[in-house]
């Protein structure tokens, strides 16, 4: 699949659900209200929206939510699309806040998931009830350690936040080399309503890795993972830093990917409001031809770049639907 600006889109991104057990400040209100069941696809439904961007040239797909491990027999879905590992498809990832990662860890490891993304935006257990408004460090500490004696590498994300973690930062680093765990730090991004002003949220990533550079050796990698972070090898402990910065430097030259929600509905860019419908298509009972030409039809929308700006004079978003609904 090849976009209007000669992008090959190989990078499925899909949100089993929007529903989540920690409700973080920059990602949700604290009084979320989730979508009726009826409106999300089934696993079935999924798998098979799955299959057909497989068989156009997909050849990587990151489960995401919400948080993924909270919908009710994920592993079904992660058990199919592990079966069409080494059949087009590549890799198979997720991005989980660990809450549940303790529990699913060896599963995940047996279906075919080597890497994994956990949010962790700072190691102090107060700090960390506080961003989540109801969480408990020590079940994402937990599964972090249960994913790596799984054998599945273990991504941190964290996203930078002035004046709440921006100290702690040098610190994670070092914390995640002695464990061999790599960082991706995140700039905030101005998507829906939360219950703060996103001003006072949003530390460009650049005067970090500039304060960065003051304790650690960050030296030039090409390596890359096929989404939009940039990477350094950190020389004092062999791991890697990303830092994915939406605000400051505009990644969407090499942007390769889509989203899909739990509720069928693709995003061919996160920072744009068009979108195209695949739970009515599935629903009409639509055939595999009409179903790969819909999704062709889609990826010939998919914008150059997104439009995302922090609203500085009333710190609203640039795009109002919340992150957990596209899939985070």
Not at 20 to 40: G, I, N, Q
Not at 77 to 98: K, M, P, V, W, Y
Not at 188 to 210: A, F, K
């Amino acid at each position: 699949m090849i976009d209007p600006f000669g992008r090959a889109i190989t990078y499925l991104r899909v949100s089993v659900t929007d529903r989540c057990d920690l409700r973080c400040t920059y990602c949700m209100a604290d009084d979320m209200r989730f979508l009726p069941k009826a409106e999300l696809l089934t696993l079935e439904e999924l798998d098979r929206l799955c299959a057909a961007f497989i068989r156009l040239g997909t050849d990587k797909i990151r489960i995401t939510g919400g948080e993924p491990l909270v919908r009710r027999n994920v592993m079904q879905l992660f058990q199919a699309l592990g079966s069409r590992i080494g059949g087009g498809l590549r890799e198979l990832t997720l991005t989980t806040n660990g809450t549940r990662l303790a529990e699913f860890a060896p599963d995940l490891a047996a279906a075919g998931v080597r890497r994994v993304n956990v949010s962790l935006d700072t190691l102090d257990p107060a700090k960390f009830t506080a961003i989540t408004r109801r969480g408990k460090i020590e079940k994402t500490l937990d599964g972090i350690f249960a994913a790596k004696a799984a054998g599945i590498a273990v991504k941190i994300n964290a996203v930078a936040l002035k004046g709440f973690n921006e100290e702690e930062i040098s610190p994670m680093l070092g914390w995640c080399g002695e464990h061999g765990f790599d960082l991706c730090l995140i700039e905030t991004m101005p998507m829906g309503e939360i219950d703060e002003d996103r001003t006072d949220q949003y530390l460009p990533l650049s005067l970090v890795r500039s304060r960065l550079r003051k304790s650690w050796t960050l030296e030039d990698t090409d390596y890359k993972t096929g989404g939009p972070a940039r990477y350094y090898i950190v020389a004092e402990t062999g791991q890697r830093v990303g830092f994915i910065t939406p605000m400051t430097h505009n990644f969407c030259e090499s942007c390769n990917r889509v989203r899909l929600t739990c509720t069928g509905t693709l995003y061919m860019c996160l920072g744009q409001n068009d979108a195209a419908d695949f739970r009515s298509i599935l629903r009409d009972g639509a055939s595999d031809d009409e179903l790969d030409g819909a999704i062709r039809a889609a990826i010939a929308r998919k914008p150059k770049g997104h439009d995302f700006i922090i609203d500085r004079t009333h710190g609203g978003p640039a795009v109002a639907r919340h992150m957990s609904v596209t899939g985070g």
